[in-house]
């Protein structure tokens, strides 16, 4: 499987402010996701990040709040915008589809821990 | 859209005993249902997974049971041991062939406690 990285693992940000995590991969995988999981709750999908392409948002998800790039096979950021004490979570990468294939096993990264104050 | 409903919330059980969890989905194109372990700290992993031409997959003490017709599967666990305690997620997906790209729907996840 990939071995996915997160930057930073962990932050703690004042309302008001921008966070950019960044996601990079050590192979060209096909899909990237991107999840956020709040305490004892499930993994809940916030978009697809499409390479060259604006991302795909889930419902209650909106581009002006959490704007993604991805400019490669490999790499991609997520943007926590405008944030409020709400946004406190863990914010997980995930990557599926390896090479030029597309299989539908996902990956996790570690994950960055927000909090906001 | 798909969804996944998974039971139950908790589960405790003796170590050496048997653990099942059991999920339902609703979309009929889900086709690819894994199975996540998630440690508390650490990354969800993938433990096992089946697609929907088989019913039933086995590693070790992990099985996994897919019954298409009812739309519902589910994780066993034989022999438990204390690190098997976790949060275990079921997720449903149309698998990426058919759709050109694949979207994974999570369950609620279950706390899976093994008592020494």
């Known amino acids: 499987s990939a071995v996915i990285s997160q930057k930073p693992s962990r932050d703690i940000c004042q309302r008001g402010t921008s966070l950019t995590i960044q996601c990079q991969v050590d192979s060209q995988v096909t899909m990237m996701f991107w999840y956020r999981q709040q305490p004892g709750q499930s993994l809940t999908l916030i978009a697809t990040a499409n390479q060259g392409s604006e991302a795909t948002y889930e419902s209650g998800f909106v581009i002006d709040k959490f704007p993604i790039s991805r400019p490669n096979l490999t790499f991609s950021t997520l943007t926590v915008s405008n944030m409020s004490p709400e946004d406190s979570s863990i914010y997980l990468c995930?990557?599926?589809?390896?090479?030029?294939?597309?299989?539908?096993?996902?990956?996790f990264g570690p994950g960055t821990r927000l909090t906001v104050l | 859209g798909e969804n996944v409903e998974q039971h139950p919330s908790t589960l405790s059980v003796q170590e050496g005993d048997s653990a099942v969890i059991k999920c339902t989905y609703s979309?009929?194109?889900?086709?690819?249902f894994p199975w996540y372990k998630q440690e508390l700290g650490k990354r969800p992993q993938l433990i096992i997974d089946i697609r929907s031409n088989v019913g039933e997959k086995k590693d070790q003490r992990i099985a996994v049971t897919l019954n298409k017709t009812a739309k519902h599967f589910s994780l066993h666990i034989t022999e438990t041991q204390p690190e098997d305690s976790a949060v275990y997620f079921c997720?449903?997906?149309?698998?990426?062939?058919?759709?050109?790209?694949?979207?994974?729907?999570f369950g609620a996840g279950t706390r899976l406690f093994v008592k020494a």
């Open positions: 997720a449903a997906s149309p698998t990426a062939r058919n759709t050109g790209g694949f979207k994974t729907i």
């Open positions: 995930s990557v599926g589809g390896s090479g030029t294939g597309l299989t539908d096993t996902q990956y």
């Open positions: 979309d009929s194109a889900s086709n690819y």
